[in-house]
């Protein structure tokens, strides 16, 4: 009584006591019961491998001062125990090495196993000193997960080696006997074949009983054993030497062994595993009266069958405490649904059997189901043993749908059938019919998991500041994420948190309102509304009018740019995840325009940014949703390419430094989509060149007696090539074709061979040389060389416009210099005009004819050039 009157401070400080010295007593009593390791000899069927020299040359790749030299691996099975040996040997290369290298510690669980040392040797300067002596190791039980309420009853016994120096080689061997257990002869391990550091020898050797046969798993191309048989044993082997560091990859998926593993075990299959773990969880367990009693008030209350598990689920979940008594058995073996309700905590295959057991007493088909939340996706690639796992859910039938249930969930919401999977990946049913693992993917959703709606009213900006509301939505697993954080923090702390959000981005910003959170548990979302006001003293101070960050935080910063290069590894993607992210400018006081839209539709990621432009703001939405959690090394260039779209698109600063209205032209301009106003242009500019052409060729027929071919000066040529972004050459080249079909009455179409004229330069060269002569043409290599030069530059130009158009993160530089070069592919036609100029030297009247700039040139060539002005700007300067 006196805690409930001394204030909530008291009560809490003492409830923490309290908890402080229930842990410390059961530690304590643990404590009391050390087992010291054993020093003995090594066993007859071990096989001692003395630790190969150090080599001359330390080898690249050594961290932390040590160069190991030496891991050596021996396990016996036999009928009722599992016997690993282990020789390790480094060589302490500097004074970093001292630290760790002059310190050995080993960890056993004494319910279930024996430690027993063999030696500790010290080889300085070609002697060898022996270090194992009784008392020298110290064994204590630490607990490390007490924390999170794991207490695994393992010891650690530690030793400090004196006078321990650089350049000494430290080898030691012992042995860990696993006997009794959840498995008796049961065998299973993982073990590497590469690692981060330089190894000079690795040895794995494994003996099992003949007519036992092991199951072998490889990874990422670690070798497969030597397997030699003598009399009543078989052994498993494998030796490498040296291996060189193999640095692990970045962004991988989780859970993803990024190094050559071997994966062992002596069941054949996951069959097998069902089997073995099914006497572990019996469906039929007596209940407590508690349990029969909330069994009972959730029939009467719940009349469908979903509420009912609904109930059932949140009562395992919510009443029952999460913590994991391993100690010994614990760690596989599950407590009676009895024992958890006395208790009132379990872990998880404890909540796991409670739910089913209740469910089943409810008339509900219900099983455990064994998972990994670390490396349930790589569940396949692993030998089947019940060591792969280290989770339980349930998993219910109803209506012959299978739905999944994660017992050690707090502040789940929703409702059956609506309820977030657990993404495990692969998953193994403990049941009757249960053969192979079964894999766990979340359906997609129609509405994001997170969507936040950040409002900036800008109708007081000139006077008053800038007003931002957020609204916040969390649904399904989101939600349940919300709500536990919500639950260990407090509005108070989240609400202080998030301002220092806005603040990094927008200095001076102050909260307006109180933090506003909506949950409705059942429907499983929540609502989180924020209110803030920015002065329009910081406004101006902090330079917010001209760069007003629009940043799409919950889509930026969820992939990461890859290093492509000889990258083997998967990619490892954010999965399940679909966020979307909207940025509102309201009451401002023009109309607003964004960048234009982008779509990113792969395999394994959809993304788009839209703009939607209102006469009195703009609405930016983002949203980026995966459909796998990992991408092949090879799809790294889609991976960047996402990357970098999300970064250009969704990291942005507005100007809102106009103060006044667009209007006219240029307010219409800001509502046509920069594409159809981009096409609109370029086909009145070729109308335009197409009504020119249809006035000139009418003109031609007024040309002066005697000219040969079509002259024209090289400044004009130039000019109305560039403005008709070389449809005046083509035109040119017409035009010459129609004065040889008249002049010598041939049956060709010129319009056809000026329009292929990458494929008539030649002909039309020769033409005209045949005409010219020797004195006024040119050598026939030149026109070769001309009509080469032509052709390639077109094909090139073509070639490359079709790269930078379909790669939206192109350079604008590079865009630039690629129109730039399409342009120019007039340049090689200038020695032909030049030739034709020179036919018609005596025929000035015909030069000065075809050369005049006349009006409709003039309009043509400024229309022209103030579109290529709006291309290069666009290019370099994009609204």
Not at 146 to 151: K, M
Not at 481 to 488: P, V
Not at 546 to 574: C, H, K, M, S
Not at 625 to 649: F, Y
Request: net charge negative.
């Amino acid at each position: 009584m006196r805690i409930l009157l001394g204030g909530p401070v008291r009560a809490i400080a003492a409830g923490l006591v309290l908890w402080f010295w229930v842990f410390s007593a059961a530690a304590a009593a643990l404590q009391s019961d050390l087992v010291e390791p054993e020093l003995s000899t090594r066993a007859g069927w071990v096989r001692y491998n003395e630790p190969p020299a150090a080599p001359a040359q330390e080898p690249d790749g050594i961290s932390g001062g040590l160069n190991y030299l030496l891991y050596d691996n021996q396990h016996r099975i036999e009928r009722d125990q599992v016997s690993r040996y282990r020789h390790v040997a480094y060589e302490i290369v500097n004074e970093a090495g001292l630290s760790d290298g002059a310190r050995l510690s080993f960890n056993f669980d004494p319910s279930e196993q024996r430690l027993i040392i063999h030696s500790i040797r010290v080889i300085r300067a070609g002697g060898v000193q022996s270090r194992l002596e009784p008392g020298l190791f110290t064994t204590i039980r630490r607990e490390p997960d007490l924390q999170s309420g794991i207490v695994d009853g393992n010891l650690t016994s530690f030793a400090e080696l004196m006078d321990i120096r650089v350049g000494d080689v430290v080898s030691y061997d012992y042995t860990i006997i696993n006997s009794g257990g959840v498995w008796p002869g049961g065998y299973a391990t993982e073990m590497p074949m590469s690692w981060a550091v330089p190894l000079q020898r690795q040895t794995q050797r494994t003996l099992v009983p003949a007519g036992m046969n092991l199951t072998v798993r490889p990874w990422l191309g670690a070798p497969d054993p030597q397997i030699t048989r003598d009399g009543e044993w078989t052994e498993y082997s494998w030796q490498i030497e040296p291996l060189a560091a193999a640095p692990p990859a970045a962004n991988v998926p989780s859970g993803y062994p990024q190094r050559a593993e071997i994966s062992m075990s002596n069941m054949a299959s996951w069959a097998e595993v069902v089997e073995w773990a099914r006497p572990l969880f019996p469906q039929q367990l007596p209940l407590p009266d508690a349990a029969r009693a909330r069994l009972a008030e959730i029939r009467e209350t719940h009349a469908s069958p979903q509420s009912q598990i609904t109930e059932a689920m949140r009562y395992v979940q919510d009443d029952i405490r999460y913590v994991a008594d391993e100690v010994g058995l614990g760690s596989h073996y599950p407590r009676s649904p009895v024992e958890v309700v006395e208790r009132g905590y379990g872990d998880c295959k404890d909540k796991a059997l409670f739910l089913v057991v209740l469910l089943n007493e409810m008339g509900f088909e219900a099983d455990v189901v064994l998972a990994s939340m670390s490396s349930g996706y790589h569940l396949p690639n692993l030998a089947p043993s019940p060591f792969a796992f280290e989770h339980a859910i349930v998993r219910v039938k109803l209506d012959g749908e299978d739905y999944w249930i994660d017992a050690t969930r707090t502040h789940q919401g929703g409702r059956l059938p609506d309820l977030a999977v657990p993404a495990y990946g692969y998953v193994l049913p403990i049941a009757e019919t249960s053969r192979e693992l079964v894999r766990l993917d979340p359906p997609a959703t129609n509405e994001p998991g997170t969507q936040s709606v950040e409002s900036f009213d800008l109708a007081g900006m000139d006077d008053s500041g800038v007003g931002l509301s957020v609204e916040t939505t969390y649904r399904g697993r989101n939600a349940d994420w919300y709500r536990s954080s919500l639950a260990s923090s407090s509005t108070s702390a989240m609400s202080q948190s998030y301002l220092d959000y806005y603040r990094s981005r927008y200095p001076g910003i102050e909260v307006r309102d109180p933090l506003q959170v909506e949950d409705d548990r059942d429907a499983n979302v929540i609502r989180v509304l924020e209110t803030y006001t920015l002065s329009q003293d910081a406004f101006e101070a902090n330079g917010l009018r001209t760069e007003f960050p629009a940043y799409a935080d919950l889509v930026v910063n969820q992939f990461n740019q890859i290093d492509a290069v000889d990258r083997t590894d998967p990619i490892g993607v954010p999965y399940p995840l679909h966020r979307r992210h909207i940025v509102r400018f309201d009451n401002a006081p023009y109309q607003m325009t964004g960048l234009p839209d982008v779509t990113v539709d792969e395999p394994f990621a959809r993304y788009s940014a839209r703009t939607e432009s209102r006469m009195d703001g703009m609405t930016l939405t983002f949203e980026l949703e995966t459909r796998q959690h990992a991408v092949p090394a090879e799809a790294v260039g889609a991976v960047n390419a996402l990357h970098n779209q999300i970064w250009d698109s969704a990291d942005l600063s507005v100007n809102l430094s106009r103060t006044t209205a667009v209007e006219g032209v240029s307010s219409w301009l800001n509502t046509v989509d920069d594409e159809v106003l981009g096409l609109g242009m370029i086909a009145l500019l070729y109308v335009l060149a197409l009504t020119g052409a249809g006035l000139g060729l009418a003109r031609d027929r007024r040309l002066p007696e005697g000219t040969v071919f079509y002259p024209v000066s090289l400044t004009k040529f130039i000019l109305m090539s560039l403005a008709t972004l070389n449809l005046y050459h083509v035109m040119w080249m017409w035009r010459n074709w129609r004065w040889i079909k008249q002049e010598d009455e041939r049956t060709i179409s010129p319009f056809m061979r000026a329009f292929f004229g990458i494929f008539f330069f030649a002909g039309l060269f020769n033409e005209i040389k045949a005409v010219a002569g020797d004195k006024r043409g040119l050598p026939a290599i030149v026109g070769v060389t001309l009509a080469v030069i032509y052709m390639i530059w077109l094909g090139v130009s073509r070639i490359a416009d079709r790269i930078v158009e379909n790669d939206p993160n192109a350079d604008p530089m590079v865009l630039f210099w690629v129109f730039v070069f399409g342009l120019a592919s007039t340049l090689p036609m200038l020695p032909i005009v030049a030739m034709v100029n020179r036919l018609n030297a005596d025929n000035r009247e015909a030069l000065a004819f075809t050369s005049k700039i006349l009006v409709r040139d003039v309009v043509m060539m400024v229309y022209g050039y103030a579109f290529i002005a709006l291309v290069v700007v666009g290019s370099f300067f994009p609204v």
